[in-house]
């Protein structure tokens, strides 16, 4: 067990605060429910953004940037949307040294200020579809705050998308759910399960809202990222509209879609471990680090040669990597400094090991070590690197297999629950209600309702009805 | 002259906005003072952003987050700080339904809150320097907005960093001052003025102000970029302080710098022609638009089939291109919209071109064509690209050259800047007064003291005083 971090097995919430702290992922902020993203974690999450920008360019959608600042009206025109939104608002009454005649929202999200701009912009069906993403801060005031997980301000993508039918706007709300399963799978390494919100659960202001639910280290769910088909709902109260090629004035059709920096929470509690964080290859800052040992011995300095050498061969053939050539420090000091962090690799190169031209592997994802001839070391570097990145998806997927159960009833549900918490795929024809008083009685709350389903019927585990649907029920961050 | 764009020599001002309009870079939004980037402008911003991202990286910073909201009191700790920035202030009073009890400003710019944790973070020498930057959105009421060069909310990187030493601060407050002119000259094509700021015009809390001045299509001039030495002014109000190598506390040095999105505004203007955006290949989210012509043509699909190849082997070679394979729109619709986009080059293909074996190149920058052999377009594209950069940032040079004047007393200064607006080399020795005394009279400010002086001495063109000082002077945006 590393220093300062607690066991995750006897307190988890202590274990993520510890790895948080230790791994400098990030720290609170003298402002309540902020926090401020420090060096390391930003690097994790700019990693992540870089990899869905690309997805998100790839499959048409262009970036813009829109304010942050919205009319209160606005907010106040989608009945739901406000609703959901107005326990969460922050608001900007004064300005320039004056009292603002219509006070200012800080964006929750964008549907509306950018609808008010897609009615100025989009006039026929020429204009379709609008395919936007926006990479933005957003506020929602938070009482109960959660480093990355829930914070009252988080950075995230936010796409905006119009069509001519309800047929191209659900199948974008449904090609972005698949880049963010792909994303998760081959990005983040996290399983997760694709699936559809009740309307309990749904956005704001949304027909459907479709979510990837995630498994954490202690079987809780996260949900990683959702995307929503809006209908017409915010084009009729902004009035966006186009002219078909009849000539006839339609609502235009939408999607949104995001995920946010709370992925990094996703990552720590996905792939953590006693020791603290374990990170993919493909969202590690530091994928390999050189540490020289043996600094003592009299071939010190051509061990600390080999090791630059090493170094710059890495960062020359494209793997991000760092020299750890601090005087003063322990190498037992250097290892736990970069295991905490997550260092998929660690080479250390020591006189022995030079005098037999190898370097040491030791790989984060178990700690065990290999042996590796030094003349070929970038090549088998970046080979450990891609089967980290596909072994860390493997165990992450059976950690989530092992822990999904099933529940016939609802006594049953809340007896295994609290001894094993996990993913529970049961039989479901409940409705708003029943979801209330699940939540109520368990905590846990139904997740989704996969859009892989298994086929045949069964009892519904809580109204005891014939259904062919099953839905995931899970405690939930 | 391009249809719907005002000839930039009658009405400068009306010209910009008929760019931005025209060539889709940004939009009024409906919240005063801000604006709307649309793609078009957005893209070339995060073109910019990425490159300075890189050059921020290779001198050693990386980027962190801290929150968009600074409390209050933050701001008022620091007296020049607090007086520079309280009437541009905006203010969160109310949050999460309740009036908070401390008020919430929207950061202005954010040496406050990082500074609060840098006290956190640096405990003794082994901590510094601390490199940070953070790309960030920005509040400053604005009562006069322009899109770009003065909205509310902005876009921008702010650099901050902590060392042990004035020394080093102030060699690092430099190298950024060196990174941003680098930039502006290699990668936006527009030379610049690096010089220190006048008392007057110094960053509110600073011990010096650095800027790069560049000249603008009116002859006016533009703040690039600033990069200040805070000296320990935040340090002392925030306790920043370290352990020196002999145990002793010490205040840290700090530097701040940063650029904004007005940059976006500084490239329309230092650029734009009478036909609209004129764009460096480096920014250009378009560098080259294949447009097949002679679509009615029988061979039209060769035509269009060797276009598509065409497009395609540019894109696999690195080019950004676009194929205007747009039904219904005829050639000269096609190459105004790309001309008033500023795409630095139009490959046109028709029949005969195919059947010659050859793509007519027409540059952007003086609307030149040349025939170019279609087997080696992609070559051959790639080099018009490379000279098109270094043409322009020579043209910008020479254009600034050109209206660079020298006054040699105030009489003369105001009788000749209304009629040749430029840059106004002069000897100057004035005080804060004079400066404010020239700014009512002509509305011309003191640019900055370039770093690069003539030598030798001469009379101040205001007190008359010999001095061996010489200024820039110029209206500015």
Request: one cysteine or more; aromatic letters at 10%.
């Given at each position: 067990?590393?220093?300062?971090i ?16 230790e791994a400098?992922?990030a ?34 959608h ?9 009319p209160?009206s606005?907010?106040h025109?989608e009945?739901?949307h ?12 004064h ?9 200012l929202v800080?964006r ?22 609008m395919?936007?993403n ?6 929602r ?9 829930r ?7 936010e ?12 199948e ?14 081959r ?19 949304a027909?459907?809202t ?27 109260v ?18 949104s879609?995001g995920?946010s ?11 953590g471990?006693?020791?603290g ?11 390999a680090?050189?540490?020289p ?8 300095p ?25 005087e ?7 290892f736990?400094?970069?295991?905490v ?20 592997a ?6 065990s070590?290999?042996?590796?001839p030094?003349?070929g ?11 980290i990145?596909e ?5 992450a997927r059976?950690?989530q297999e ?18 094993r ?10 409705s ?8 109520e009685?368990t905590?846990a ?9 298994p086929g ?5 585990f ?14 939930a961050?």
């Amino acid at each position: 067990m590393a220093k300062n971090i607690t066991d995750p097995g006897k307190d988890y919430a202590r274990w993520y605060q510890d790895v948080i702290r230790e791994a400098e992922l990030a720290d609170s902020a003298p402002v309540r429910g902020c926090m401020v993203i420090r060096p390391y974690g930003f690097a994790i999450w700019e990693l992540m953004k870089d990899d869905l920008d690309a997805r998100f360019k790839e499959t048409g959608h262009t970036n813009a940037y829109f304010p942050v600042f919205i009319p209160q009206s606005f907010i106040h025109r989608e009945a739901q949307h406000v609703e959901g939104f107005s326990p969460e608002l922050a608001v900007v009454t004064h300005a320039g040294g004056r009292q603002l005649e219509e006070p200012l929202v800080v964006r929750p999200t964008s549907e509306t200020i950018i609808n008010h701009m897609f009615s100025k912009w989009i006039g026929s069906y020429r204009d379709l579809p609008m395919l936007l993403n926006q990479w933005a801060n957003v506020v929602r005031w938070e009482l109960r705050p959660r480093a990355f997980l829930r914070t009252t301000e988080f950075l995230w993508q936010e796409g905006h998308t119009a069509h001519a039918t309800e047929e191209e706007a659900r199948e974008e709300t449904m090609r972005m759910l698949g880049v963010y399963t792909d994303f998760m799978h081959r990005t983040a390494a996290i399983p997760v399960i694709p699936g559809r919100k009740t309307d309990r659960e749904r956005f704001a202001g949304a027909v459907d809202t479709y979510t990837i639910e995630a498994m954490m280290g202690n079987g809780w769910a996260l949900q990683g990222g959702t995307s929503h088909y809006l209908g017409t709902n915010f084009a009729k109260v902004f009035d966006t509209t186009f002219l078909d090629r009849n000539n006839q004035r339609q609502y235009v059709h939408q999607s949104s879609w995001g995920v946010s920096t709370r992925l990094v929470g996703a990552v720590i509690m996905a792939h953590g471990d006693e020791n603290g964080l374990r990170l993919p290859p493909k969202i590690a800052p530091v994928q390999a680090v050189v540490v020289p040992v043996g600094m003592q011995d009299p071939r010190a300095p051509e061990v600390m040669e080999a090791a630059q050498a090493l170094a710059e061969d890495l960062k020359a053939r494209g793997v991000r990597v760092r020299l750890d050539d601090r005087e003063n420090m322990s190498p037992g000091f250097k290892f736990n400094h970069w295991e905490v962090r997550g260092v998929p690799v660690r080479l250390e190169l020591g006189p022995r090991d030079l005098e037999a031209g190898q370097v040491t592997a030791a790989l984060r994802i178990d700690g065990s070590k290999t042996r590796i001839p030094l003349s070929g070391a970038v090549d088998e570097t970046k080979a450990l690197l891609e089967s980290i990145q596909e072994r860390m998806l493997r165990d992450a997927r059976e950690f989530q297999e092992a822990r999904t159960y099933e529940a016939d009833s609802f006594d049953d549900f809340m007896e295994r629950l609290p001894e094993r918490p996990g993913f529970y795929r049961v039989w479901w024809d409940g409705s708003s209600d029943d979801e209330a008083r699940i939540q109520e009685q368990t905590s846990a709350t139904v997740r989704c309702i996969p859009l892989k389903q298994p086929g045949g019927r069964g009892k519904c585990f809580i109204t005891g009805r014939a259904t062919s649907t099953t839905a995931v029920l899970a405690r939930a961050y």
